[in-house]
């Protein structure tokens, strides 16, 4: 009878783990994650979840990612934007901008952005589309 409520235990602890590694992996976090490879799609957000741009970005090039269209802010709200330095000591290496939008109400936006170097007057040199959809 001990080694079967031993057994059972140990499943149990067993189960506990994995269910709090898999909380682990996922950050245990509400936001949706997209890079580049999202530009010209659509995603869906529930109301209070959060999106994150992430793009690669060189700050060595004087290069960097700005919001050009902001569509319907009270539906998708910018909440900020960092750097994200390369893990590299290489000179020139690109890093990564992280842009985070809150989703306030239900509706749909498009966000518009735009690299390039903000002391030149030419058409950006990459852009990211996304249409976010709030339900």
């Known amino acids: 009878m001990k080694?079967?409520?031993?057994?059972?235990f140990g499943?149990?602890?067993v189960a506990g783990f994995a269910v709090g590694a898999g909380?682990?992996?996922t950050g245990?976090?509400?936001?949706?994650?997209?890079?580049?490879?999202?530009?010209g799609k659509q995603v869906e957000l529930s109301v209070g979840q959060s999106?994150?741009?992430t793009l690669?970005?060189?700050a060595s090039t004087g290069y960097?990612?700005?919001l050009v269209q902001n569509s319907d802010e009270p539906v998708l709200n910018n909440t900020g934007n960092k750097y994200i330095a390369p893990q590299t000591t290489l000179v020139g290496a690109p890093g990564k901008e992280e842009w985070t939008f809150k989703a306030l109400k239900k509706g749909t936006r498009t966000i518009f952005m735009g690299y390039s170097r903000?002391?030149?007057s030419t058409p950006p040199a990459k852009t990211f589309t996304l249409t976010v959809v709030v339900k």
């Open 64 to 66: 960097s990612w700005y």
């Open 118 to 120: 903000y002391w030149e």
């Open 51 to 53: 999106l994150v741009v």
């Open 28 to 39: 245990g976090s509400n936001n949706l994650n997209v890079d580049d490879s999202y530009s």
């Open 56 to 58: 690669e970005s060189n």
């Open 11 to 13: 499943l149990i602890l």
């Open 3 to 8: 080694r079967v409520l031993w057994a059972v």
């Open 23 to 25: 909380a682990a992996c």
